[in-house]
T-cell receptor, first 112, second 116 residues
Framework: AQSVTQLDSHVSVSEGTPVLLRCNYSSSYSPSLFWYVQHPNKGLQLLLKYTSAATLVKGINGFEAEFKKSETSFHLTKPSAHMSDAAEYFCVVGDNDYKLSFGAGTTVTVRA | GAVVSQHPSWVICKSGTSVKIECRSLDFQATTMFWYRQFPKQSLMLMATSNEGSKATYEQGVEKDKFLINHASLTLSTLTVTSAHPEDSSFYIC????????????FGPGTRLTVT
């Protein structure tokens, strides 16, 4: 079975500084990987996805992630955090039968 | 873009009663839908996979007689929590698999169930 590990449960950054959310995956084959964001009391929103095309994936709202097979990582970055980026972020891997396995989540807080 | 709705968004019910949650794909047909449960400050846990016209497949540890899933059409799946108890209080989220050969899922906004 595929799985993901989010290495940080909580990340705090100052507005305007870079954001890095770390994710490692476990997969026996080339995985499909996703980052989703969940704002308080709102539904999940897809930030970006990797499906074996370009290893550097650009998403919405200035986020991007790089697939590194040698490191089994799919870290999410943003050059400059905005207050509206405060939310819960989930790294997700596609599992058998088109199921998704979610990481534990990383809570991002942005300081003014 | 693909939109998935859920109804109701919030429901309060008394212990022992049953409650039905609807999940609809509004602008596409979904042969496969999924139901997740999310406890406060925690991640999403897959409960079951709902396939149109066939029985749902449940994840290990999920009581199929308690969480009844019906996927009678290509745009509607329902989750019925039977004989609800306070420990069933949670955030229930559905998703619909993207058409085509893709792992991508479109998520509904979720339903918050509170059992008193």
């Amino acid at each position: 079975a595929q799985s993901v590990t989010q290495l940080d449960s909580h990340v705090s950054v100052s507005e305007g500084t870079p954001v890095l959310l770390r994710c490692n995956y476990s997969s026996s084959y080339s995985p499909s990987l996703f980052w989703y964001v969940q704002h308080p009391n709102k539904g999940l929103q897809l930030l970006l996805k990797y499906t074996s095309a370009a290893t550097l994936v650009k998403g919405i709202n200035g986020f991007e992630a790089e697939f590194k097979k040698s490191e089994t990582s799919f870290h999410l970055t943003k050059p400059s955090a905005h207050m509206s980026d405060a939310a819960e972020y989930f790294c997700v891997v596609g599992d058998n039968d088109y199921k998704l396995s979610f990481g534990a989540g990383t809570t991002v807080t942005v300081r003014a | 873009g693909a939109v998935v709705s859920q109804h109701p968004s919030w429901v309060i019910c008394k212990s022992g009663t049953s409650v039905k949650i609807e999940c609809r794909s509004l602008d596409f047909q979904a042969t496969t839908m999924f139901w997740y449960r999310q406890f406060p400050k925690q991640s999403l846990m897959l409960m079951a996979t709902s396939n149109e016209g066939s029985k749902a497949t449940y994840e290990q540890g999920v009581e199929k007689d308690k969480f009844l899933i019906n996927h009678a059409s290509l745009t509607l799946s329902t989750l019925t929590v039977t004989s609800a108890h306070p420990e069933d209080s949670s955030f229930y989220i559905c998703s619909a698999r993207s058409p085509g050969d893709s792992y991508e899922q479109y998520f509904g906004p979720g339903t918050r169930l509170t059992v008193t």
